[in-house]
C-alpha cells in the first residue's frame, strides 16, 4: 500500500512537498533462472504481502523482459533487471538495461560487468558483499572485492536470504525454517563501515535486498525454501517519490530507476512492523534535504529524524554515531560540521529502518 506523507521542519511547520513511498523488494529470482515463479506468481504474492513494486534479477537472463512480462500487474509495478556472475565469484545487479550482459563474453571480470552496464546507462550494485560459505548446504558465495571501482551505483548492504543463511546449520534448520524471522541479525559491520568509507568520497547507494528463490525442498515437492511471500515481508526497500506513479510503464520505470540512483529510500526490515512514515531530512540555508541529497554547508544545519513508532534511533556521521536516543519517535540535532549523515533504528532489540546518507560536503 502507497503511503503519502509530508515532512516537517523540527517546529512543526509542515513542508510544502509531500512524498508518495512506495516499498518493494529487489533481487527477485523467477523461472527464468533458479527461482520457482512465474512472473505473474510473483507479482500475486507481491500483492499479497503488501508491496508496491518488485525487481526481477535472474541469473545471467533478462528473458522475462524480452517476453514483454515487464509491466503493471494490477498495482503492483514489475520491473527487470539481471543478476551478472558465475558461480563462486563476485555478482553483480544491473538495472534499467536493454540488452542482456553475459560475464562469458566479458571473460568473468567485474570491471567489465560494470563498464557494461555504465555504457547501457543503466544502474550497477554490488551484490551479497560479503560471501557465505555453508560447505553442508553446499554454498559458496564469493564475497565482494573489487572496492576500487568507481562506476558501481550502489551496494546491497543487506541481504535478506544472506542474513538468513549465515544463521543456519543442519540442527536448527528446521526452526529457523519455521521461524525465519529469529535467524536475522542485520548488515554485517564491516559492509557499513566500507559502505561510510566509501561515502565520503562519492554518492554511493544503499539498498536492501531479498536474494528469494522460493525453491521447492526435494523430495517434499510441496515445500517451499522460503516462499516469495513470507520473504517478501522481509527487508523492503522504500522509495520516496514526489508524484504518484502512473499507468504509464515507462514513466513509471524511468521515476523509480531515477529515485534508486538518487539513493532517495531507505531500506528496513518489516518483519515484525512496518516502517512506512520514517523520515530523514536536513535543512539548511533555506533548502530541504531527503536522503540522498547532497550539498555544500554554508552554516548550521538541522538534522530532523521521524519515526512512525518509538525506536532506538541512531545518529551516523561518517561511520561514527554521534547521537543515540532510546524509545523515541523524533529526533532533532543542529550541526554545522560537514559529514555524510545517516540514521540506523533498533525496534525490540532487532536492526530495523537504515537511511541512505545526506552529504554535507
Not at 503493471?72 to 514489475?78: P, Q, S
Not at 543478476?83 to 571473460?107: C, N, Q, S, T
Amino acid at each position: 500500500m502507497r503511503l503519502t506523507f509530508p515532512l516537517y521542519y523540527s517546529n512543526g511547520l509542515t513542508v510544502n512537498q509531500k512524498y508518495n513511498e512506495y516499498v518493494g523488494v529487489l533481487h527477485i529470482h523467477s523461472k527464468y533462472s533458479d527461482g520457482s515463479g512465474s512472473i505473474k506468481k510473483i507479482a500475486k504474492e507481491a500483492k499479497d504481502a503488501g508491496l508496491d513494486y518488485v525487481v526481477i534479477t535472474d541469473h545471467n537472463s533478462i528473458k522475462a523482459l524480452s517476453k514483454g512480462e515487464e509491466g503493471w500487474y494490477d498495482d503492483i509495478l514489475v520491473l527487470v533487471g539481471e543478476e551478472i556472475g558465475v558461480k563462486r565469484a563476485e555478482h553483480y545487479v544491473a538495472l534499467d538495461i536493454k540488452e542482456r550482459i553475459h560475464p562469458d563474453v566479458f571473460h568473468r571480470k567485474i570491471h567489465q560487468y560494470v563498464e557494461a552496464v555504465k555504457r547501457q546507462g543503466g544502474l550497477g550494485f554490488v551484490a551479497h558483499p560479503y560471501g557465505l560459505k555453508k560447505l553442508f548446504f553446499r554454498l559458496k558465495i564469493a564475497s565482494w572485492k573489487s572496492w576500487d571501482e568507481q562506476d558501481f551505483t550502489g551496494i546491497e548492504i543487506w541481504s535478506y536470504m544472506h542474513d538468513w543463511s549465515q544463521s543456519i546449520s543442519l540442527f536448527n534448520l528446521p526452526y529457523y525454517y519455521l521461524y525465519p524471522h529469529k535467524a536475522i541479525d542485520g548488515p554485517p559491520k564491516e559492509i557499513l563501515q566500507e559502505w561510510d568509507l566509501l561515502c565520503q568520497k562519492r554518492r554511493v547507494v544503499g539498498i536492501g535486498a531479498s536474494d528469494v528463490h522460493a525453491k521447492y525442498v526435494f523430495p517434499f515437492s510441496m515445500v517451499q525454501f522460503l516462499s516469495y511471500k513470507r520473504n517478501f515481508h522481509g527487508v523492503r526497500t522504500h522509495l520516496l517519490i514526489e508524484s504518484p506513479l502512473n499507468s504509464d510503464l515507462n514513466e513509471s520505470k524511468r521515476v523509480v530507476y531515477k529515485v534508486l540512483g538518487s539513493g532517495h529510500c531507505f531500506f528496513a526490515y518489516d518483519y515484525e512492523v512496518d516502517s512506512r512514515g520514517f523520515t530523514f531530512e536536513v535543512i539548511t540555508d533555506g533548502e530541504r534535504l531527503i536522503m540522498g541529497d547532497e550539498c555544500k554547508l554554508h552554516g548550521k544545519a538541522e538534522l530532523v529524524i521521524n519515526s512512525p513508532i518509538p525506536a532506538l534511533i541512531r545518529l551516523i556521521k561518517d561511520g561514527q554515531v554521534i547521537i543515540e536516543s532510546k524509545d523515541t519517535t523524533k529526533l532533532v540535532h543542529e550541526t554545522n560540521e560537514c559529514g555524510v549523515y545517516r540514521i540506523e533504528a533498533i525496534h525490540n532489540g532487532k536492526p530495523w529502518v537504515f537511511t541512505n546518507p545526506i552529504y554535507l560536503r
